[in-house]
């Protein structure tokens, strides 16, 4: 049976207390495993990045319980084991997008020559070659959101979550960064977990989790 990443049952995400207060996730209750591939579905305001924000204990829940099994405390998770991908601006402004890139492997402890050529590996087969030396301010949303994927997948973890990470480019690519994202996966038996609006990600992926009024439906949906 392969390894259990994360488990988590009855967690829960609430903002404030009065009788306003905001539910973000109402109800999870899952485990990801060692190679799953997941889209997570459901519309905007449904809890999507909550969730992973909490699957990457980069937020802590207002109830319920979430660990990692195979992968430590919730400190050691990154940089490390988890690499995340946000939805919207991440990359630190100073840097430069190989800078950038590269800074997980650097803080693990990496040495800069090896961290060097693992970033430029990556910027290259995501097409960023030619922004490697730019900083984020000089280049597009969608070169942006690429060169955060590639930061993601830095270091080679063992859970990758992507929170929305084709939002910004055409259908055409798209299609590519998921090719070389499902690669990235399939060689270091990562799990994944893909936050989607688009079907033809998410077809991509043979889980299917869905977002239903903050509450989390888990499931496997074949849809090759």
């Given amino acids: 049976m392969s390894d259990v990443l994360v488990r988590a049952a009855g967690l829960r995400r609430q903002f404030g207390n009065d009788p306003g207060a905001v539910v973000a996730v109402a109800d999870a209750t899952f485990e990801i495993r060692q190679g799953d591939r997941i889209a997570l579905t459901g519309p905007s305001g449904s809890g999507k990045t909550s969730l992973l924000h909490l699957i990457a204990a980069l937020d802590q829940p207002s109830g319920g319980v979430i660990e990692w099994p ?53 910027i290259d087969r995501l097409g960023l070659a030619e922004v490697a030396s730019k900083l984020p301010e000089e280049i597009s949303g969608g070169q ?33 960064l998921i090719d070389v994202l499902l690669e990235q996966v399939n060689a270091s038996h990562a799990a994944l977990v893909v936050a989607t609006h688009d079907t033809a990600v998410a077809d991509r992926l043979p889980l299917r989790w869905s977002m239903t009024g903050r509450t989390l439906e888990t499931g496997a949906s074949c849809t090759f």
């Fill in 144 to 176: 942006a959101q690429r060169a955060g994927l590639a930061r993601a997948l830095m270091g080679e973890p063992r859970l990758i979550l992507a929170d929305e990470p084709t939002g910004q480019l055409d259908r055409s690519s798209a299609a590519a």
């Fill in 70 to 122: 195979a992968l430590g405390q919730a400190g050691d998770l990154r940089p490390g084991p988890v690499g995340i991908a946000f939805q919207g601006p991440s990359l630190l402004p100073p840097l430069t997008v190989a800078e950038n890139v590269a800074l997980p492997a650097l803080l693990a402890g990496t040495p800069n020559a090896a961290a060097t050529a693992a970033a430029g590996a990556l």
